[in-house]
């Protein structure tokens, strides 16, 4: 079968490999939509935050159909669409550190799996994986309705799946991000408005939107210290502030006192822990479309050229490799 293989640091691959059998207690899945993160770059340069062995098989957001399943495996059938976790245990992260499903087939524990509703396409479902990430920011700020402004801080796939769960649960919602195609992708999903850091303060300018008051709740999904340390300034008194934006070993000044003098509430995350099933009753009810975020699609034979416009993240946002 084709597969997309990281063959070495630096090295991306379109190779003929085997096709993976399902042993008792596994599931074998035929791929219909991958997408393509920042983390598989990661892995790529040699990055992550887990050891890695080349040669390797990315995809860590997925969607597919069972093809088989092995021995003593039950919840799921041939036919069943499906979507499953990566983070499946402290050092095993599918896709990541593990073969993953940048492949025409490949094996999954059943654990890992959730049945994909019918109201969802295979790209919506390959998109589960980031919006659980921006639907757990949400619960971690302590809930959002419509009583909220929101203040997201970057447009990036994350960020903006912050903009579209905010946006569905009701709040107001203000996004900020350097690169205009992120932020007119921020208004189609229903930012109401989308601010350039790079027209002026950004403090002032969402201040200057809030009326003055700031935000009842900022999610930081940029990474970047500067927005890190913005994100105080921009919170209202006893706003909650949320951190899912990756950053390790950089720093920026930041105005620690208003913790305390606004009474701020902050938290950091990563991944999204035990949200998978409310995240999909979440997205199939609300009727909530993410595709906006897909700038892009190949089919899985172009997977190198796939993974060469991701990385054209001023021209890209979220680029999926389709099969079947």
């Not at 090295?11 to 393509?36: C, K, T």
């Not at 295979?122 to 302590?142: C, D, I, K």
């Not at 200057?208 to 900022?218: E, K, M, P, S």
């Not at 620690?256 to 606004?262: D, V």
Request: a negative charge; one cysteine or more; glycine letters at 12%.
């Amino acid at each position: 079968m084709k597969a997309i293989v990281f063959a070495a640091r630096h090295q991306v691959a379109l190779a003929d490999v085997a096709r993976p059998e399902p042993g008792a207690g596994e599931v074998l899945v035929r791929s219909r939509a991958i997408g393509i993160c920042h983390s598989d770059f990661e892995v790529l340069d040699g990055r992550y935050i887990l050891p890695v062995s080349f040669p390797l098989i990315p995809g860590h957001e997925w969607a597919g159909e069972v093809a088989e399943v092995g021995a003593g495996v039950t919840g799921v059938r041939p036919g069943d669409r499906v979507v499953g976790e990566c983070a499946v245990a402290a050092d095993h992260h599918f896709g990541l550190t593990s073969d993953g499903a940048a492949a025409e087939y490949f094996r999954v524990r059943p654990e890992w799996l959730h049945l994909l509703p019918d109201e969802l396409s295979w790209s919506q479902g390959a998109l589960v994986e980031p919006f659980s990430v921006a639907y757990h920011a949400t619960r971690a700020a302590g809930g959002v309705d419509a009583s909220d402004t929101a203040v997201v801080l970057g447009a990036g796939p994350i960020g903006l799946c912050c903009v579209a769960a905010t946006v569905a649960l009701g709040a107001r919602t203000i996004v900020v991000d350097p690169i205009a195609h992120r932020r007119a992708v921020a208004a189609t999903l229903g930012a109401e408005a989308a601010v350039d850091p790079g027209a002026g303060d950004v403090v002032e300018l969402v201040r200057r939107l809030t009326g003055g008051r700031g935000a009842d709740i900022v999610l930081e999904a940029s990474g970047s210290p500067t927005a890190m340390a913005n994100a105080l300034d921009v919170a209202a008194y006893q706003g909650r502030l949320v951190f899912i934006g990756i950053n390790v070993g950089a720093a920026a000044p930041a105005p620690m006192g208003l913790i305390q003098s606004r009474a701020l509430t902050m938290r950091g995350i990563i991944g999204s822990p035990d949200v998978w099933p409310a995240t999909l009753r979440f997205l199939a009810r609300s009727g909530l479309d993410l595709t906006p975020i897909v700038t892009a699609t190949y089919p899985l034979e172009s997977g190198p050229d796939a993974f060469a416009a991701a990385r054209r993240t001023d021209e890209q946002i979220k680029v999926h490799i389709l099969h079947g």
